[in-house]
């Protein structure tokens, strides 16, 4: 038997159990695939992120996300959960103030905040976001969520988003119709597979958590995940969206705090900087927050 370390890290928190957990294999370079997809379902957590040496001269490591079903391009959570376990555990936070991440979807910098040499938060820069028009119906999304039409926020669009992975963005009016859904998740399976989104993202600016500018939920039955408590690409979706679609006030920087996770028990912040990019039309997305690790352990891999 082969030893590895694992870790368990709750991801866009300040407190253990809150946030999401992501687990984290930073030394995966003798590790198959296949392997790689039986570490992910032993986990049973909504992604494992597996760290190798990269053959880039611009990044630090390779990276690859697994869900207990599948592989994924890019986890936002999962990216957090590895850059804060880097940065404190393996003292990249003393040595640079920037990890440089391979993924399947290109480059994903990550920023280092310190405090008096005190890690704050991680903030990675996700790729230029995309958005798609969706051919769905008001009555039928509704009651694939399991909500009432009404609850539909109708000033705003239905649409796909992308900063890595596709999203279905919907519209709610506030924070109580979206702790109200109950999904049908067989047909939301279906829907997003069709659609070839990872997850139903679904979004309100009426939120009761103080503080916060948006409140979120998200549902992905397609790569194996009933509920994702709080998701770092799809609110960098969503940040695309609200810019792209001209929902928020023209300004060359915004700045969203959003609250996810509350209806699932771990509640969540995640901090959106959307900048205007002066030479290109697509803006700058970053995401960030903090994590904390829960779980410090041994992997035992049987010889090949």
Not at 60 to 77: L, S
Not at 184 to 203: C, G, P, R, W
Not at 272 to 291: F, L, R, Y
Request: charged letters at 20%.
């Amino acid at each position: 038997m082969k030893m590895i370390p694992v870790y368990h890290v709750d991801a866009f928190t300040t407190v253990p159990f809150g946030g999401n957990p992501a687990g984290v294999v930073p030394e995966a370079e003798s590790l198959t695939e296949i392997e790689m997809k039986k570490i992910a379902r032993e986990l049973n957590l909504s992604e494992t992120a597996f760290l190798f040496p990269t053959n880039s001269a611009e990044c630090d490591f390779r990276v690859r996300y697994f869900t207990p079903t599948e592989e994924v391009d890019f986890c936002g959570h999962a990216t957090v959960a590895l850059s804060w376990l880097l940065a404190t555990k393996y003292g990249w936070k003393d040595r640079a103030n920037t990890i440089r991440l391979e993924t399947n979807i290109g480059t994903v910098p990550v920023a280092l905040s310190k405090e008096k040499e005190k890690l704050t938060a991680v903030t990675m820069t996700q790729i230029s976001p995309k958005i798609k028009k969706v051919q769905l119906e008001s009555d039928q999304m509704a009651q694939i969520l399991g909500i009432s039409t009404k609850a539909l926020d109708q000033r705003y669009p239905l649409r796909l988003a992308y900063t890595g992975n596709w999203h279905l963005i919907v519209p709610i009016k506030s924070q109580r119709d979206i702790d109200s859904a109950k999904p049908q998740m067989e047909e939301l399976q279906k829907l997003n597979v069709s659609q070839k989104a990872i997850t139903t993202h679904l979004f309100t600016f009426e939120t009761e958590e103080e503080g916060y500018d948006l409140y979120t939920r998200d549902f992905a039955p397609a790569v194996g995940i009933p509920e994702d408590p709080v998701t770092g690409a799809a609110n960098g979706a969503l940040a695309g969206y609200l810019f792209s679609e001209k929902i928020l006030a023209p300004k060359p920087v915004q700045q969203l705090q959003i609250a996810q996770g509350h209806k699932a028990g771990r509640p969540g912040t995640l901090n959106v900087t959307i900048t205007k990019d002066p030479h290109h039309s697509e803006p700058i997305i970053q995401v960030g927050g903090s994590a904390v690790i829960t779980i410090e352990g041994k992997l035992f891999i049987p010889n090949r």
